[in-house]
């Protein structure tokens, strides 16, 4: 907690302060008292560049106090907090000429006041100019609120968390020129009809997070057509689908980064799924597939398209079952890949075929220096990376590191790093 005492060894240093995160409960009162009523300079900190704001439910002395922290030099203004919509009308009403990125994160909806939706509108109007922007709004991002930011044509960078707008809302809406980095949390239906309305040509990364609904909606209707994608990350927490109702996305052929997660495919997938998205995006850097439930029967084979057609890959993310592998064991690899380097198979099944696995492995991925697997089986696996390690150093060492991710399953992997001897 800062304290009256500690103000007064600090205030001589305030002008060189650049970014500032405050809590207003985490200080004392005396200190509180002397920001809010002039004991101290108009702007204790005159050279702001961030400031980040936590305002508590209880603090009727927020507008007051950011109306002292508001420097006319800010670049970055986060509010956060239940308290934050007070602070609206202060912020609207005040001229910060350098503001470029904003984000407003208010509590929970029964404690947001009447009219902060007028106040959100009325505010980011007021700066045409702005670069990022972030709602994260638990009554809902409304369309007056989209509306008032659609036309910004510097706005580069859109967050916005609980999206549940219908299509009869959205039917007539278009905007945000702009745009190269759009991420969506909410209902589905309504992601896909916000991307449909989206008018850039110039999106380059987009992450969608979606709770309910149906998945093709987005999928199959609106990613397809952002044809300059590199980067796209969808989340379905447990969304049953299809694979082959996410083919459309393959037409985006720029994407270098796709991460698909929560995923519950209806038909498992396999080694032709596998082909055709490997042959789809021949640019792919990193590929992370992260299925809901174990709906997989891709086998190591399988991943030897990814060294055939996509030449940039580094990371590679798939749930493999290595038991598939008997009867093809004998047949030789004839591609493979000297830049990947990281392999998970942190949610694949094992055979009793150490040597083999191993063996297949290293011809794929010549040049791996780490391996993630399950801790299922977990000597198994460790046999299988330590037999990769001594085909590509025979005198290096092999280094374990156990990690317990939580997510959908709570699911636990150890990952396995190695390369020459020191």
């Given amino acids: 907690m800062l304290c009256l005492s500690d103000w007064d060894r600090f205030d001589i240093h305030a002008p060189l302060i650049r970014v500032l995160s405050f809590a207003s409960d985490e200080v004392d009162h005396g200190t509180l008292a002397l920001w ?20 508590p439910s209880d603090s ?13 030099t800010l670049e970055t203004l986060v509010f956060s907090g239940a308290g934050s919509d007070r602070t609206l009308a202060s912020l609207s009403q005040r001229r910060l000429p350098r503001l470029k990125h904003l984000t407003l994160s208010p509590g929970s909806s029964d404690e947001i ?18 670069v990022s922007l972030t709602f994260s709004i638990p009554f809902g991002c409304n369309i007056s609120i989209l509306r008032s930011c659609a036309h910004h044509v510097h706005l580069r960078k859109l967050k916005l968390d609980w999206l549940g707008l219908s299509k009869r809302e959205l039917e007539t809406f278009r905007g945000f020129p702009s745009l190269e980095e ?8 309504s992601i896909a009809h916000f991307l449909g309305c989206i008018s850039s040509p110039k999106l380059r990364c987009l992450t969608i997070e979606t709770f309910y609904g149906n998945t093709r909606s987005i999928l199959l209707q609106h990613v397809g057509r952002f044809a300059d994608l590199t980067y796209l990350h969808v989340t379905c927490h447990g969304i049953r ?54 709906s997989s029967q891709v086998s190591l084979r399988g991943l030897e398209v990814f060294a055939r057609y996509c030449p940039s890959l580094h990371s590679l993310t ?6 598939y592998e008997e009867d093809i064991f004998p047949m030789p690899f004839q591609y493979s890949s000297t830049t990947l380097t990281k392999l998970n198979l942190e949610r694949s099944t094992i ?72």
């Fill in 36 to 55: 809010q009523h002039g004991s101290s300079p108009a702007n204790p900190f005159p050279n702001l560049l961030e400031l980040r704001l936590l305002i």
């Fill in 241 to 294: 689908c299809p694979w082959d109702q996410l083919v459309p996305m393959f037409s985006c052929s720029k994407i270098q980064t796709l991460r698909i997660s929560g995923l519950s495919t209806t038909i498992p997938i396999d080694n032709c799924s596998m082909e055709e998205l490997a042959m789809s995006l021949t640019n792919l850097k990193e590929l992370d597939v992260r299925l809901f439930k174990q």
């Fill in 60 to 72: 009727l002395r927020a507008a007051s106090l950011t109306d002292r922290f508001l420097s006319s």
């Fill in 113 to 130: 006041r009447p009219g902060t939706s007028a106040d959100f509108c009325y505010m980011v109007e007021t700066y045409p100019d702005l």
């Fill in 182 to 189: 759009c991420t969506l949390v909410g209902a589905n239906e």
């Fill in 351 to 422: 055979g009793d075929d150490i040597t083999s696995i191993a063996k297949a492995i290293v011809n794929m991925f010549p040049n791996l220096r780490e391996g993630r697997s399950s801790l299922y089986r977990m000597e198994e696996w460790r046999e299988v990376w330590e037999a990769v390690r001594a085909a590509q150093f025979p005198e290096g060492k092999l280094d374990s590191e156990m990690h317990f991710k939580l997510d959908h399953d709570q699911y636990q992997y150890q990952v396995f790093q190695w390369g020459p001897a020191h």
């Fill in 318 to 323: 798939i749930p493999v079952g290595t038991q």
